[in-house]
């Protein structure tokens, strides 16, 4: 998280314009190797012969979500600029997911930062909506692979509300043209790699966990 990420200069030649990047650009690639980490964990979750896997995947999401949704319901300001995109809270559906598989929640913990304005706010929606990306890939290999019917006891609520497009580029817009000053995007920057923490926290007590490079902070 240096200040060269944050400022996206990238050294073009003399007669050209430095590059300066989108705030997502920069939030892609501060916490790029925790989100290497959690990928890696979750790694082949598909192919295997059980749900195991999944369940992690469930019982992480649900635990996270429910620290950082909350911080995003109420905040006036992230609404002003990102509400119009149809974001969702899907917490209720990982409860469904949660409740129908019969998985016991994770041991909640803390969100560190206690100011969450507006950059925070943008950290933590990348953080939650950027892995509604992913989730949305891991949907289309259920259907492909037919788990449903390889495992029949699975609950896929969260996955079926995650592959509906849900604004999350033009979102990304414009938060980026809101919050422009380095100082921001800095903050930005320690908001999401902050959640990202504590999606590393919540499957650090799960199963297998120490053998994917994955420790408790």
């Known amino acids: 998280m240096t200040n060269h ?33 959690l990928d890696r964990f979750f790694d082949g979750m598909t192919e295997t012969d059980r749900p195991d896997l999944y369940h992690c995947f469930i019982q992480m999401n649900h635990r996270c979500h429910a620290v950082l949704e909350p911080l995003l319901a109420d905040h006036r300001a992230f609404a002003a600029v990102a509400g119009a995109n149809r974001r969702k809270d899907l917490l209720r559906e990982l409860d469904v997911d949660m409740r129908r598989m019969a998985l016991s929640p994770l041991e909640a913990i803390a969100y560190p930062l206690r100011q969450i304005g507006l950059p925070e706010a943008a950290g933590i929606a990348y953080v939650l909506d950027g892995s509604r990306l992913g989730a949305r890939f891991i949907h289309r290999d259920f259907m492909a692979r037919d788990l449903a019917r390889e495992w029949p006891d699975i609950s896929t609520a969260y996955l079926e509300a995650a592959a509906i497009a849900d604004g999350f580029r ?33 499957i650090a007590v799960l199963p297998s966990a120490s053998r994917q490079g994955i420790v408790a902070s």
């Open 5 to 37: 990420a944050l400022a996206g200069s990238l050294d073009p030649p003399s007669n050209e314009q430095p590059t300066i990047r989108s705030l997502r650009q920069i939030l892609r690639m501060g916490p790029s190797q925790q989100h290497a980490r």
């Open 170 to 202: 033009e979102q990304m817009v414009d938060l980026s043209a809101t919050i422009v000053s380095t100082r921001h995007r800095a903050r930005a920057l320690a908001a999401a790699s902050a959640a990202f923490t504590l999606f590393e926290t919540a």
